[in-house]
């Protein structure tokens, strides 16, 4: 189970990093930091989800569920330091990141 949730963050980090490769207006310091953006992107889809009793997902949960993801990466990019992102680069990366974690095979959103 620590070791499933240890695999998990580090492919979301992954996939933070990618995306922020391909993506304009997303930047981020290194791989510790992507990390610290993946567990804040799940702390933030934790509890929007719970709001909004929405799950966030670019892929596969429709509009509301990317705009959520947009919006929670959006703000990951105003809580970590060493993370940037606008508005088109979380729109962007939010389908960047569901694309490379899906062939990653990790749950970000």
Known sequence: MILDLIIKIVVSGLAVLISSWLTPGMSVDGFG????????????????????????????QGAKGFFLAA????????????FSVGILGALIGALIIGLVDGLLGSKLF
């Open 33 to 60: 930091t992507a990390i610290l953006v993946a567990l804040v992107i799940g702390i933030l889809d934790f509890a929007l989800g719970r709001l909004f009793g929405k799950e966030a997902a670019p892929t596969g």
């Open 71 to 82: 919006v929670i990466l959006y703000l990951a990019g105003k809580i970590v330091s060493g």
